[in-house]
């Protein structure tokens, strides 16, 4: 496996623990990302602050469907289920686009797609 697909294996391990720190070690400092539909943000600080997501309670349950690789760019298609604060659960699926920068994720582009009645609507 190389090195880029490491570290967001690690990244994603870092989300499944609600672990900061590990989360962080695979980030550049100046980090951008973005939720289309959602929100965007540049630095650390900023992405340590949205790392539970409003409204959710850590940590998601992720399982990478597939993941891809060319060049500074690794994208991965995932699945996963997270809690919610006022009760029950989020199913999900999601498209994840990497760019990378010397083995860090410099910017992360995300679409999250919530799955309410079966796993295509």
Known sequence: ???NKQTV???LDGFRRNDHAQILG???DDIEWTVF???RLTGKEAYDAAIEGPGFVAPPQL????MVEEGDVV???????VERKTGGMMRMSMAEVFRMREGKICERRAWVIELRENDYR
């Open 1 to 3: 496996m190389s090195l």
């Open 9 to 11: 294996e690690t990244y």
């Open 26 to 28: 695979c980030l550049t």
């Open 37 to 39: 539909g959602g929100f």
């Open 63 to 66: 399982t990478v469907v597939r």
């Open 75 to 81: 994208m991965a298609e995932l699945s996963g289920t």
